[in-house]
């Protein structure tokens, strides 16, 4: 289908109304971790909340994004309604679209083991990353709090992955988020500095991010084939409707 030149400039392709919400949320996400900083600075006492079970102690403004936190993860556990990318919900049955031809499993065998072990080089890399904090952590160079905002951090930079560039998508060699194998990792990872904090908050986040996780790659083992583009047409580039990579995609198409 050819477009008209005068209402898209050559050479660049339209925001999809799921990129440009995806560019709200990560101004949303930067306000929050700048206004977390802020709190850490002039009201330390609100990171009280980390300790134990504080969290039923009284109400702290961090009651709030465990809330959204919570709430985001559980929308990676369901088939949701909502605008969400492809990439993650691409899991359900709901997403999958088979392809007409008869699938080659032996090709999707080979597909799920290579990105399956380029996954847990991601994995172990991330681990020794954890390792590095939970030390810093335990020999009091990193205080709660700290451990609290590299969490907030990582909110952003799932959102800057995702948008802008992804240092993981050159160990994983996938084409796009689309494809992405370890999308729903986010959170998982996102959580890494809390699972050394012990207190309710955090590990109840800790907990619903391995539950993510956990139905993730359970879903891998048991429907490999909704994550392989030559079996899921629903995951193919003619058929994108997230255009959440346009950077890459952009590439593909010269």
């Known amino acids: ?13 339209p925001m999809s109304p799921i990129r440009k919400r995806y560019w709200i ?18 009201h330390p006492s ?19 994004l465990w809330l959204v936190w919570v709430l985001d993860m559980l929308f990676q556990l369901i088939p949701a ?3 969400i990318a492809l990439g993650s919900q691409k899991l359900f049955q709901q997403r999958f679209r088979p392809i ?10 080979e597909y799920i083991v290579s990105t399956t072990k380029s996954a847990y080089k991601v994995m172990v890399l991330w681990v020794a990353f954890g390792a590095v904090q939970g030390l810093l952590y ?23 992955c995702v948008l802008i560039w992804c240092p993981f998508r050159l160990m994983m ?36 991010s391995v539950v993510v996780f956990c139905m993730w790659e359970l879903s891998v083992l048991l429907h490999p084939e909704r994550f392989w583009e030559q079996s899921n047409e629903a995951l193919k580039c003619s ?7 346009t950077q890459y995609c952009q590439k593909l198409r010269k």
């Not at 289908?1 to 392709?13: C, D, F, L, N, Y």
């Not at 058929?239 to 990579?245: A, F, P, V």
């Open 1 to 13: 289908m050819e477009h008209s030149t005068s209402t898209v400039p050559q050479g660049r392709a």
């Open 239 to 245: 058929n994108c409707t997230d255009k959440l990579c």
């Open 100 to 109: 007409r031809e008869k699938i080659n499993h032996q090709a999707l065998r």
């Open 173 to 208: 060699k996938n084409r796009c988020c689309t494809t992405c194998r370890i999308f729903n990792w986010d959170h998982l990872m996102m959580f890494t500095p809390l699972f050394f904090v012990p207190s309710f908050y955090s590990w109840s986040l800790c907990f619903l």
């Open 81 to 83: 309604k909502r605008q």
């Open 46 to 64: 609100s990171f009280d909340i980390l300790y134990g079970m504080h969290f039923f102690s009284r109400f702290s403004v961090l009651h709030l």
């Open 25 to 42: 949320d990560l101004a949303i996400r930067c306000i929050i971790f700048l206004f977390c900083v802020l709190l850490w600075l002039r």
């Open 138 to 160: 335990h020999l009091g160079i990193l205080s709660r709090s700290m451990m609290f905002l590299l969490s907030a951090a990582f909110y952003v930079c799932d959102l800057i």
